[in-house]
């Protein structure tokens, strides 16, 4: 791809992101293609981070409510009322700092 070409892509990229369009998977809300690159490269870093505080059991059960909580309810209201059995003592961070 020619220098010219990408310079364009980036250009039509960034307009779109402008006018409120997410152009990168994850980058929602980021008003320039710079900006959502960014909001998805640390929302990468956030997920990743959570995952090894929690372990990956921990991380799926949190995961559970998370998609419940998708559609606007409280996930958990929601797990109740679907009849899903959610742990939340999996939610425990297994990275346990003392800050004293």
């Known amino acids: 791809m020619s220098q010219m070409t990408t310079r364009s892509k980036q250009h039509e990229l960034d307009a779109k992101a402008a006018a409120g369009e997410t152009v990168v998977p994850g980058g929602t809300g980021g008003k320039s293609l710079e900006t959502q690159k960014r909001l998805a490269e640390g929302r990468s870093k956030g997920g990743q981070h ?3 505080q929690l372990g990956s059991e921990g991380y799926s059960e949190m995961g559970k409510l998370g998609g419940l909580s ?3 309810a409280d996930g958990a209201q ?3 009322e679907r ?3 959610v742990d939340p003592s999996k939610f425990t961070n297994t990275n346990k700092e003392t800050t004293e």
Do not use: D, L, P
Request: no cysteine.
């Open 83 to 85: 009849g899903i059995e």
């Open 70 to 72: 998708s559609s606007g």
């Open 78 to 80: 929601v797990a109740e």
């Open 50 to 52: 959570r995952k090894e």
